[in-house]
């Protein structure tokens, strides 16, 4: 890590407590974002990556989850600010961008109710109830706000966009509402937005526009980005480095072209290997499996049981962390020691292996 870094999590644990025991979600998370990146979190769902990024933004409830580890955002330690002081730094310095734009936005108050909210509000260490009602009320100052939601929603290209200010959500399309959660969330240009899975159920011509917008935003203000994603290819349109996240633990970090091009640990490899493509080799039919219980895990390893290259030492214990350079790193006992890195196309090969046996076994 640099010494421009903007946000750098060392240590960071999640779980929680349930019914069925305790679940330890997210464990030992080390990672930076420095200042003008964007850095992307890729890995299946129910890996843990909004886990992280609620528990880096302060959004998880203690108890029932239990947070541990050190997140520092521009030196200070956001572990130690009082809620009130955590809520006007999300409404100001950070911006977040929520996976489902319906259940973000409040279905009774119009999208220009809620966008002038922030807009006049967000980040202020002055909004308690006498003071918003008059600063709402404040004819000058509201319609300054006004105007100011209506310039950002053009600039996310919203259709109409004084329509939309007097529409409630449930009257936009879905694209349309993610528009107006990113310029919700970059109303107060945030030095750090945090964006899970933007446009992610959206068909997907919708959200090839929407994630076009957002890199154009993104390059415009030069801002620092936490994305959280499955998707590689989106990952990798948008990215500067890349972390690999697996059953709550980063597998593998690298700077974005060459995770796609060195790609050194089995889980990182399975996913590139299961790009559909258009020509060449047949894809692999992908990974075996699923992700584990959080109550339960798997011994050692975490990917063990779905990996193909898993043996003994790999069940027994956690694997060390071996760093190849100072941004890339990955977390597999087949580094240890200088140990030979599986290629893409050996994974490839071994994952369509496994395919061909299962449907064996099944015909038999």
């Known amino acids: 890590m640099s010494d421009d870094a903007l946000l750098d999590v060392s240590g960071l644990s999640v779980g929680f407590e349930g019914f069925d025991g305790y679940a330890d979600v997210v464990g030992d998370v080390d990672l ?25 933004t302060g959004l998880l409830d203690e108890p029932p989850a239990h947070v541990e580890g050190d997140v520092e955002f521009d030196g ?11 809520e006007d730094l999300n409404g100001d310095r950070l911006g977040m961008v ?24 967000g980040g202020s260490d002055d909004a308690g109830l006498l003071s918003y009602l008059r600063r709402r009320h404040s004819g000058s100052e509201r319609a300054a706000a006004r105007e100011r939601v209506l310039e950002m929603l053009r600039e996310v290209q919203m259709p109409d966009p004084e329509a939309v200010i007097d529409s409630y959500p449930s009257e936009l399309s879905g694209g349309m509402r993610q528009r107006a959660l990113i310029a919700q969330a970059l109303l107060n240009e945030p030095d750090l937005l945090i964006a899970d899975e933007p446009g992610s159920a959206l068909d997907v ?24 994603t499955h998707n590689l290819g989106v990952a990798r349109q948008i990215s500067d480095r890349i972390y690999i ?33 258009l020509s060449g080799e047949p894809m692999a039919g992908g990974i075996d499996g699923s992700v584990p219980e959080y109550t339960d895990p798997p011994s050692g390893c975490r990917f063990h049981p779905r990996c193909p290259y898993a043996d003994d030492d ?8 071996t760093d190849f350079g100072e941004e890339a790193h990955a977390v597999c006992v087949r580094h240890v020691d200088g140990g030979p890195t599986p290629t893409i196309a050996e994974t490839k090969r071994r994952l369509m292996a496994d395919d061909e046996r299962a449907e064996s076994e099944v015909e038999r």
């Open 32 to 56: 930076h974002v420095e200042r003008g990146e964007v850095v992307t979190i890729v890995g299946e769902t129910g890996c843990g990556k909004s886990v992280t990024t609620k528990a880096i």
């Open 76 to 86: 200070m330690d956001l572990r130690e600010l009082s809620e009130a002081e955590r």
């Open 245 to 277: 996240m697996y059953g709550g633990r980063i597998v593998e970090s690298a700077p974005t072209e060459e995770i796609f091009t060195e790609a050194r640990h089995p889980y990182t490899q399975g996913l590139i290997a299961s790009i559909p493509r």
């Open 314 to 321: 790999c069940r027994s214990a956690a694997p060390p962390r």
């Open 98 to 121: 929520s996976q489902n734009p319906l259940s973000s936005l409040n279905p009774v108050f119009t999208v220009g109710e809620q966008l002038t909210d922030t807009a006049q509000f």
């Open 205 to 228: 011509t919708v959200h090839d526009r929407i994630l076009s917008l957002l890199t154009d935003v993104i390059a415009e203000r030069d801002m620092s980005v936490l994305m959280i």
